[in-house]
T-cell receptor, first 110, second 112 residues
Framework: NAGVTQTPKFQVLKTGQSMTLQCAQD?????MSWYRQDPGMGLRLIHY???????DQGEVPNGYNVSRSTTEDFPLRLLSAAPSQTSVYFC?????????FGPGTRLTVT | GEDVEQSLFLSVREGDSSVINCTYT??????LYWYKQEPGAGLQLLTY?????DMKQDQRLTVLLNKKDKHLSLRIADTQTGDSAIYFC????????????FGGGTRLMVKP
């Protein structure tokens, strides 16, 4: 099993550009989520999904969209990038009680 | 404000025990977790405890849960330099899709 994979590992965007961060898992987990981690802070939940076709907002959803058309994939879209979205983004998938994280995408918005 | 709180920093000598503390506020938490993050890496699940337990031991790791005081601790026995990292505690609510609320992380430095 590859576990949770994320692409790209690094990305630099200009203000106003859009992009999609990819996340995939091969563990057949129902739960998937996106977090952002800012320097010196813990992770904050952006959006999550409890199954294909079902998504909901987390703590910091503004500026991001998600969709869950398959169990395996949970992409995160930045609609119009802003410098405040400079962060490290982690995708996670979970079974009933174990949550596994991807390696992260480091995003810089200039 | 944060629902989960941790001290920022802990320094120990190699071979000593480390104790990292965490307090949480949501009494309906189902599971409580400890994650380890090394520089530039993702989060590695170390261990977790169900809220109806008060202790869990896994090799060098011991988790203690005081549900009355909403206090969680992680004890690392015989701490090694490879244990230097940031440790995050997190709580989840089973009826909220298992989403996690994280503390700010405790940076553990192990001196040789």
């Amino acid at each position: 099993n590859a576990g949770v994979t994320q692409t790209p590992k690094f990305q630099v965007l200009k203000t106003g550009q859009s992009m999609t961060l990819q996340c995939a898992q091969d563990m057949n987990h129902e739960y998937m989520s996106w977090y952002r981690q800012d320097p010196g802070m813990g992770l904050r939940l952006i959006h999550y999904s409890v199954g294909a076709g079902i998504t909901d907002q987390g703590e910091v959803p503004n500026g991001y969209n998600v969709s869950r058309s398959t169990t395996e994939d949970f992409p995160l879209r930045l609609l119009s990038a802003a410098p405040s979205q400079t962060s490290v983004y982690f995708c996670a998938s979970a079974s009933d009680y174990e949550q596994y994280f991807g390696p992260g995408t480091r995003l810089t918005v200039t | 404000g944060e629902d989960v709180e941790q001290s920022l920093f802990l320094s120990v000598r190699e071979g000593d025990s480390s104790v990292i503390n965490c307090t949480y506020t949501d009494s309906s938490s189902t599971y409580l977790y400890w994650y380890k993050q090394e520089p530039g890496a993702g989060l590695q699940l170390l261990t977790y405890i169900f809220s109806n337990m008060d202790m869990k031991q896994d090799q060098r790791l011991t988790v203690l849960l005081n549900k009355k005081d909403k206090h969680l601790s992680l004890r690392i026995a015989d701490t090694q330099t490879g244990d230097s990292a940031i440790y995050f505690c997190a709580e989840s609510l089973h009826n909220a899709g298992n989403m996690l609320t994280f503390g700010g992380g405790t940076r553990l430095m192990v001196k040789p």
